[in-house]
């Protein structure tokens, strides 16, 4: 597989399990980007770091900077949970705007290539006002995002965000080259896995490959590939258990997707996939 080309990324989320049992920390989980793994890009989860709600800790993230630099590792995303853009209560929608703009500051200080923010509408519909909400907001990231080089936007995660129709018009209204989607393999509402494949194509910033998408990756790297994508196909582990074990499972996995890929031509529809011939017992 050639890694420059295709790029992968490992979630830190996918140790959520390790990080809640104390086992590990923000600084181990880039030491095994580097030392178990042979991974060059980060896709760091806020979970990993203090709550920069109120007040960012830049000497922190400094050191967070300076350990991937000594590794050669590049920030490919900050995943935030926490502050999203909507939220029904003015009150906590102001603090959620200041939270939303200390986690892009934090994202700067670390060099990230994008940073991921919550639509934030826990319904699978979306009013006017939110949608003009949200659309004002994500413009105002986005223009800090461009001058500095990044990318900002939601990912297909819950409630609105997985409507594909309430995605293209977020796309349309901010209406800038520094919005972009994370896009999480197959999360769209019930019916909808295609048309949405098809919208997020065009804004894909960056992606998150769950276990659970494994039997139909294959067709959506080669796709995201076609239109010219940039990022990186990036591994998220959800079980919470045996998380080294099986991020290495799932990682080699995608490895070879991109192998096989690589082999039958990118132009060519996808037929099947070696994996999917074993676990099936054809082959």
Known sequence: MNAKKYPISIASYSFHGLFGAGRTNIFAYLEALKYRYNVEYADIWSGFLPDFNENIDEDLLKKIKCSMDEKGITLANLCVDGPHIWTDNKDERDKHYKGAHNYLKAGIILGAKTVRIDVGVHQDTITDEQLDYVIKVYGELAA??????????????????????????????????AYGHLFHFGNFIDGQKEAGLETVLKMAMHTHIPADSITFAKEYIRRLVNVGYKGTFSI???????????????????????????EEGFDKPVSGDYFSEVYSGVK
């Open 236 to 262: 998220e582990h959800h079980t919470s258990k045996h998380e080294y074990e099986r991020v290495a499972w799932q990682l080699a996995t995608v490895r070879e997707l991109i192998t096989e890929l690589e």
């Open 144 to 177: 800090i995002a461009k001058d500095n080089n990044m990318r900002v936007g939601p990912e297909n995660h819950w409630g609105a965000s997985r409507d594909p129709q309430v995605l293209e018009n977020i796309y349309k209204g901010v209406n800038s080259d």
